[in-house]
């Protein structure tokens, strides 16, 4: 059944070729990340263009203020001159009102100009000269407006004859404006033919960004395409197959049942049986009793020995009874636990009587220690029988001469009994295999004293889990055996 549920799970084209959506899979996982990319290469790119267009924009924009600025002083010279004129001329002082601040706002347009043209070396000097022949022609107007006010028209007109109406300092101001607007023309073209060339790098990034885009959203949107319809016939082939899972998956609840009705009446059979076996074999051992007591009279010695090999043969008979009705109360879920807080020490030193004697007849080295106060939570006729058992098999399986030990180790949350023997060990592969039922390692090589019905480590490991701990083994061959009860502390 388990077979066929895990061949169902299995595509059953899983040894030919790779599916369709096998190989769309790469391709709808790069996508995204691939679109990703060229969007962020693209616009990184159109970033970057558009930063160096708007720096060459600036570079033209600086250079048309610096053409500007410079205009501007020349004008206002003129103007101041225009308005001297007028004033010396008409003596009307509204004519002034050009010349009046224009030393003011020609000190601030010329150090614009510096500020504007602080990297260029050519153009500060021709700037200085500009500032100082501005300054000469103003000084050259302040005189004039103060004479015509002080000494009038024709006095100042005789000395404006006489010293020149300041004509070459005007000149030299044009030409020096003139040398300097070239110069700037001359960069404004080089500069304005970067910041086209660079307008048309933008112009070119963005058209192959939107091409780059529109091709990938068609790729992307094919690829999708295929990958709905692949997903589709997966979701076709998914749900028959899920389907045919059901049907399987009813098969097998159907047969789960059936086998769990057929382990409880196999639970109950063996529960049955082996509560009408111990009524007839308490019996039996009950009338041992009888006659090795005497009641029926004397015995004599070879009776008695009989006697006593029919009271052994009807106690074993009675522990492999007992097995499988613990066996069959655990399989059931019928085992009722009564948790205590027991004290390892007294539990010990109360089963080494019943041990003792079994080690005597094989003469074993048999040790126990366990610290005093040492406690666990667990059920007390449990533990003992896993313990009975552990030492009983640990005997059965050591040679006469070696030793047999009982050891407690106590730590946070739990305590362990470790059960050691010098025997003859067990095969790694082995190892877990003793604690399946009706198993017994290595059966057909061992004497027939020492078989059994392979119930007893599986019984204890059942009982050791029912007690929220655990029984385990490490062995090697011919090394001995150490099982471990792992058992909860006590709070």
């Known amino acids: 059944?388990?077979?066929?549920?895990?061949?169902?799970?299995r595509p059953s084209d899983a040894g030919g070729e790779p599916h369709h959506s096998d190989r769309l899979t790469p391709l709808l996982l790069a996508a995204p990340i691939a679109s990703a990319l060229i969007v962020l290469i693209l616009g990184l790119s159109a970033y970057a263009s558009t930063r160096r267009e708007d720096r060459a924009g600036a570079l033209v924009a600086h250079t048309h203020a610096v053409i500007e600025i410079n205009r501007a002083v020349l004008a206002r010279l003129v103007d101041a001159e225009t308005g001297e004129r007028g004033f010396i001329i008409t003596g009307d002082s509204s004519y002034l009102a050009p010349y009046h601040g224009a030393e003011t706002d020609l000190s601030h347009a010329i150090d614009s100009l510096r500020r504007?043209?602080?990297?260029?070396?050519?153009?500060?000097?021709?700037?200085?000269?500009?500032a100082s022949l501005a300054r000469r022609r103003l000084s050259t107007l302040d005189s004039r407006v103060?004479?015509?006010?002080?000494?009038?028209?024709?006095?100042?007109?005789?000395?404006?004859?006489?010293?020149?109406?300041?004509?070459?300092?005007?000149?030299?101001?044009?030409?020096?404006?003139?040398?300097?607007?070239?110069?700037?023309?001359?960069?404004?073209?080089?500069?304005?033919?970067?910041?086209?060339?660079?307008?048309?790098?933008?112009?070119?990034?963005?058209?192959?960004?939107?091409?780059?885009?529109?091709?990938?959203?068609?790729?992307i949107t094919v690829a999708l395409s295929r990958a709905a319809a692949t997903q589709t016939a997966l979701a076709n082939d998914v749900q028959a197959r899920a389907q045919a899972l059901d049907r399987l998956n009813e098969e097998l609840a159907a047969r789960t049942a059936d086998a769990e009705q057929a382990?409880?009446?196999?639970?109950?059979?063996?529960?049955?049986?082996?509560?009408?076996?111990?009524?007839?074999l308490n019996a039996i051992i009950g009338y041992v009793d009888l006659l090795e007591l005497g009641i029926r009279g004397p015995l004599g010695p070879e009776q008695r020995e009989d006697v006593r090999r029919i009271k052994r043969g009807a106690a074993h008979l009675l522990a492999l009874v007992?097995?499988?009705?613990?066996?069959?109360?655990?399989?059931?879920?019928?085992?009722?636990?009564?948790?205590?807080d027991l004290d390892?020490?007294?539990?010990?030193?109360?089963?080494?009587?019943?041990?003792?004697?079994?080690?005597?007849?094989?003469?074993?080295?048999?040790?126990s220690h366990c610290d005093s106060?040492?406690?666990?939570?667990?059920?007390?006729?449990?533990?003992?029988?896993?313990l009975v058992n552990l030492v009983g098999n640990a005997i059965k399986f050591t040679s006469s001469g070696g030793r047999v030990e009982i050891n407690c180790r106590a730590g946070e949350e739990w305590a362990r009994i470790e059960v050691r023997d010098t025997g003859e060990g067990i095969a790694p592969e082995q190892l877990e295999a003793v604690f399946a039922p009706f198993v017994q390692a290595d059966r057909r090589k061992r004497p027939r004293e020492q078989h059994g019905i392979g119930l007893g480590l599986s019984i204890s490991r059942q009982l050791s889990r029912a007690m929220q701990g655990d029984l385990?083994?490490?062995?090697?061959?011919g090394r001995g055996s150490t099982f471990t009860v792992r058992l909860p502390r006590r709070s």
Do not use: C, Y
Not at 116 to 130: E, K, N
Not at 373 to 386: N, S, T
């Open 1 to 9: 059944m388990g077979k066929r549920s895990q061949s169902a799970r």
């Open 116 to 130: 504007l043209t602080v990297d260029d070396d050519a153009q500060q000097p021709r700037i200085d000269t500009l």
């Open 146 to 219: 103060v004479s015509r006010i002080a000494r009038g028209f024709e006095p100042t007109r005789a000395d404006f004859a006489i010293l020149g109406g300041g004509r070459a300092v005007m000149d030299s101001a044009r030409s020096v404006s003139g040398m300097i607007e070239t110069q700037e023309q001359s960069l404004l073209a080089t500069r304005q033919a970067a910041l086209t060339a660079r307008e048309r790098v933008t112009i070119w990034v963005v058209a192959a960004g939107t091409i780059l885009a529109t091709l990938l959203a068609l790729a």
């Open 263 to 280: 382990n409880r009446a196999k639970a109950e059979f063996l529960a049955n049986m082996s509560h009408d076996l111990r009524t007839p």
């Open 322 to 340: 007992n097995d499988v009705l613990d066996f069959a109360k655990l399989e059931a879920g019928q085992l009722t636990l009564r948790i205590e």
């Open 344 to 367: 390892l020490g007294t539990v010990l030193s109360e089963l080494r009587p019943l041990l003792e004697p079994q080690v005597r007849s094989k003469q074993l080295e048999f040790q």
């Open 373 to 386: 106060g040492m406690r666990v939570r667990a059920d007390r006729e449990k533990l003992d029988q896993i």
């Open 472 to 477: 385990t083994v490490e062995s090697a061959v």
